[in-house]
């Protein structure tokens, strides 16, 4: 059906390229481009056989020109962006250029500041709309899946959706005493900026994990959750009419915590040049440098995440509630495509949305976040493709 250029080779893109090859009527041909080409050589390697043809090529994507080139030779009808935040809009621009169609599962942020807002992606709606071509935003978990579940509530369950709590727990342990489960870098920027939710429409701004909480999670049991901003609260806000309240929970373990208010507190999460020995360095990006690269985990994670939707609202004149999630065992998605839940359950939905984008299903000219379309072929394909769901009409709600 037809060709995909994916961008990145860290370990979402790792799971985008194994789901690509399970699908090879769909993606018949792909190329893996990233800045390190043995990286790309490597994955190609593990899938010799694969139906879907496969190539490779050495790529910075914060150069439009070179992207451009790139997609120029290849002819892709579709660039998955899995590399960096920071790359999505020199992307964005070469997709204008070439006119081919744009997934990716995280919006931009500008390296200097650590904001993440869907600001500067929709301002590209009407380039995008003139073109004719589609770009999704944020085909992850969380984003993606997340807003396919609140739109499948939206369609389904609810005449008013008031309150919805998403939250995301990963009970998955690596054995080391620190390690983030995705990119260091982009994870410690989140998680370190200060909680945000939205009430009445209003943004109501919390200090970093001030507010703590524990939900016991179907499979995984009770947790601390803390509430933090994530960025579909941000799409959640404008696409899901009337909603009152929404707000982001994840599990932390005190371990962690405790090595992050430590790394904080000697400065080693900033990300403001520091001079030393003639050099700049920034603290974040050393430190990344000495973590774990979050690929490695794959094989050392056991265990399981969880992540859901609670909704409150109004049906028929009467209240409703619904959690609607999923479970992912680590071990069962290190045995299947050699990497972590976490990278597993963001990889799989960013093939899904490319795919539906492929069929036509997803196809409209314009910038869209997953919500907007119907949720109905992603929920069937999440089946499919190894993201069972599991609804509960009476779950244990967050005051
Ligand atoms: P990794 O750090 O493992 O991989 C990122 C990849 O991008 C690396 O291969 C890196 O190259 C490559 N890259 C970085 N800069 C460039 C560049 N300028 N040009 C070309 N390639 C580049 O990250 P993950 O795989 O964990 O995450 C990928 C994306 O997925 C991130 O944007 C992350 O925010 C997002 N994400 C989304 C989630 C969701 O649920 N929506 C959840 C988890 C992640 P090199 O190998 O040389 O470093």
């Not at 660039?79 to 599962?105: E, F, R």
Request: charged fraction near 25%.
């Amino acid at each position: 059906m037809g060709k995909a250029l994916i961008i990145g080779a860290g370990g979402v893109s790792n799971v985008v390229v194994h789901k690509c090859c399970q699908n090879p009527d769909v993606f018949e041909e792909i190329c893996i481009a990233s800045r390190t080409i043995e990286k790309c050589e490597a994955m190609k390697n593990t899938l010799e056989g694969s139906r879907t043809k496969i190539h490779t090529a050495q790529l910075d994507a914060d150069d439009t020109d070179m992207v451009i080139d790139l997609i120029m030779s290849f002819r892709p009808d579709i660039v998955i962006n899995v590399a960096l935040p920071y790359q999505d809009l020199s992307i964005m621009d070469a997709c204008l250029a070439t006119g081919v169609h744009y997934v990716d599962t995280a919006n931009y942020e500008p390296p200097e500041t650590p904001k993440f807002e869907y600001k500067w992606q929709w301002a590209y709606k009407e380039r995008f709309e003139k073109a004719g071509i589609t770009a999704l935003l944020g085909s992850g978990f969380d984003p993606g899946v997340t807003g396919v579940f609140c739109a499948y509530a939206q369609k389904h369950y609810f005449d008013e959706i008031h309150s919805i709590d998403i939250v995301d727990a990963n009970a998955g342990d690596h054995g080391y005493p620190f390690a983030t489960n995705f990119n260091p870098e982009i994870n410690i920027r989140e998680i370190t900026a200060n909680g945000r939710y939205f009430k009445k429409g209003e943004w109501i701004e919390t200090d970093p994990l001030s507010i703590k909480k524990v939900y016991d999670f179907p499979e995984i049991g009770p947790k601390n959750i803390y509430l933090l901003y994530h960025e579909e609260l941000e799409s959640l806000a404008v696409n899901i009419k009337g909603v009152k309240q929404i707000r982001f929970w994840m599990t932390f373990s005190d371990n962690y915590l405790n090595h992050l208010r430590v790394l904080e507190n000697v400065g080693m999460t900033s990300i403001s040049p520091i001079a030393y020995e003639g050099q700049e360095i920034i603290p974040l990006q050393f430190l990344k440098a000495m973590l774990p690269d979050p690929s490695s985990l794959g094989a050392r994670t056991k265990g399981k995440t969880n992540i859901g939707c609670i909704i409150q609202g109004i049906k028929d004149g009467k209240p409703k509630t619904y959690y609607v999630y999923n479970v992912c065992v680590h071990e069962e998605c290190y045995e299947e495509v050699g990497s972590q839940a976490i990278s597993y359950t963001t990889g799989v939905p960013a093939m899904i949305g490319a795919m539906l984008l492929l069929k036509g299903i997803w196809k409209k000219p314009g910038v869209f976040n997953v919500e907007e379309f119907d949720p109905d072929p992603f929920m069937e394909a999440l089946n499919k493709y190894g993201l069972p769901w599991k609804e509960d009409f009476s779950p244990t709600l967050l005051d």
